[in-house]
């Protein structure tokens, strides 16, 4: 397996470790190496791929993905860790399919309409059928669930609550007729969610780093809750052997501009982390103020929706060069 590969189809091996990680652990709790190295052992990594210890290894980008995966079962309630740092499952492996199978139920439910709980909830004890209503955990029934799993979904910001009524979250509405090329990879990228746009973003920048002729040592996307403000890291060198550590983050948003407290709280970051270069990467555009602020940042640089498209014309990443014509590669979205 290749480091392209892996990032091409991240999503992919971020679900197949979500679904190892309950198998790893039903026996009991593991410190979180022993955990790692346990999913690394059910990878489809070769037995080459495992021997090559480098920082821009794939086994090195194969762990970073295992690590994401863990942090968002931790930020869901599907992992706890106690004290001494062993990771054990909150939930049984079955609860944690339901959960995620009603979950898409519900989205798929206010994509139509806005609807009240009771509303949902309704709907989902019909869809699912009395006889699928038992409980899972003893005592969590699939009306407690949606309750709790409808509560999960606005803060996470995939629904918006109003005068009792639930919809879709502005940030996931898709348009379904884009004007234009530009706008409907924009719609794609705020439809894929936080964390394929971080990958994207950390793909895109490994292909233009390398189009433009400089190496790149070391590409690794953070992600996560506690991420620190930092959504991916990658090491460049020109011919001449200088090198930059470049801090990047990336922010989807859709009908919003990137506010100046966003970016300040960037460039707090930034600095923590001791970064040479930053990159401040978004699908919309830079609030004025926050434009006003890049003439004084000599070492960070925004790249806005438009760029982004620019950018990934230039590398054909997710749009791709047909007979003249630039297209959407959907391939890239939706395989």
């Given at each position: 397996m290749t480091a392209e590969e892996l990032k091409r189809d991240y999503k992919l091996y971020l679900n197949k470790i979500k679904s190892d990680i309950p198998e790893?652990?039903?026996?009991?709790?593991?410190?979180?190496?022993?955990?790692?190295e346990r999913l690394v052992e059910r990878s489809p990594l070769s037995d080459v791929d495992k021997l090559d210890l480098s920082a821009s290894a794939v086994l090195a980008q194969y762990k970073s993905i295992i690590g994401t995966a863990i942090k968002r079962m931790e930020q869901y309630g599907d992992?706890?860790?106690?004290?001494?740092?062993?990771?054990?499952?909150?939930?049984?492996?079955?609860v944690i399919a339901r959960e995620a199978e009603i979950s898409r139920y519900i989205i798929e439910q206010v994509k139509e309409s806005a609807l009240t709980l009771r509303e949902i909830t309704d709907r989902a004890l019909d869809y699912f059928g009395a006889s699928k209503t038992l409980t899972l955990d003893d005592d969590v029934s699939i009306e407690i669930m949606v309750r709790h799993l409808t509560s999960d979904l606005v803060r996470r910001k995939k629904l918006s609550y109003s005068y009792g009524k639930y919809t879709l979250s502005p940030e996931t509405i898709v348009i379904k007729k884009p004007k234009s090329l530009f706008e409907e990879f924009i719609i794609l990228l705020n439809s894929k969610g936080g964390e394929f746009f971080e990958n994207y973003s950390a793909i895109l920048l490994d292909k233009y780093y390398r189009s433009i002729g400089m190496r790149v040592g070391y590409c690794n996307v953070?992600?996560?809750?506690?991420d620190g403000g930092i959504d991916v890291i990658l090491t460049v060198s020109d011919q001449l052997g200088f090198e930059d550590k470049i801090l990047v983050q990336c922010k989807q948003k859709s009908g919003t501009n990137v506010t100046l407290k966003e970016l300040k709280e960037f460039v707090g970051a930034f600095y923590v982390d001791k970064g040479t270069r930053g990159i401040y990467m978004t699908t919309a555009r830079f609030h004025k103020e926050a434009s006003l602020?890049?003439?004084?940042?000599?070492?960070?640089?925004?790249?806005?929706?438009?760029?982004?498209?620019d950018i990934a014309k230039k590398c054909q990443c997710g749009v791709k060069l047909e007979n003249g014509e630039y297209?959407?590669?959907?391939?890239f979205f939706f395989a």
């Open positions: 790893v652990l039903k026996d009991g709790r593991l410190k979180r190496g022993v955990l790692i992992l706890e860790v106690n004290e001494y740092g062993e990771i054990a499952l909150k939930k049984k492996p079955q953070i992600g996560g809750s506690d602020l890049f003439n004084d940042l000599h070492n960070i640089i925004p790249i806005d929706g438009a760029k982004l498209f297209k959407i590669d959907r391939e």
